[in-house]
């Protein structure tokens, strides 16, 4: 059974930054397409919202519009860790934060939720105005 663990996320205002972590267990990791996304607060029948993603073998990146020159998604296959440096937060990058892996390790459909196999249970990040 593959697990998915998120850490990383807090309280911060608007302007700081916060390093999300994620960690899979197994050892096929570094095949795994990543990507973390995330839900807002008093949505909870609203699709999860793509955040960033990276391939497994290719490292390729893909950033949502709302995120892009501010978050950088990276990745340590040698400790099964995915990151997420988050600068210049703004109150609207509220959420709880997911992180996902995908057996599609070049991720053809990285946007979509439907597209990962496995998740973690989430992690809190709070921006204050």
């Known amino acids: 059974q593959v697990q998915v663990v998120e850490s990383g996320g807090g309280l911060v205002q608007a302007g700081g930054s916060l390093r999300l972590s994620c960690t899979v267990s197994g050892r096929t990791f570094s095949t795994y397409g990543m990507g973390w996304f995330r839900q807002a607060p008093g949505t909870p029948g609203k699709e999860r919202e793509f955040v960033a993603a990276i391939a497994g073998i290719s490292r390729t990146t893909y950033y949502a519009d709302s995120v892009k020159g501010r978050f950088t998604i990276s990745r340590d296959n040698s400790k099964n860790t995915l990151y997420l440096q988050m600068n210049t937060l703004r109150p609207e990058d509220t959420a709880i934060y997911y992180c996902?892996?995908?057996?599609?390790?070049?991720?053809?459909?990285?946007?979509?939720?439907?597209?990962?196999?496995?998740w973690g249970q989430g992690t809190q990040v709070t921006v204050s105005s």
């Open positions: 996902a892996a995908s057996r599609d390790t070049g991720l053809y459909y990285f946007g979509l939720p439907g597209s990962y196999d496995y």
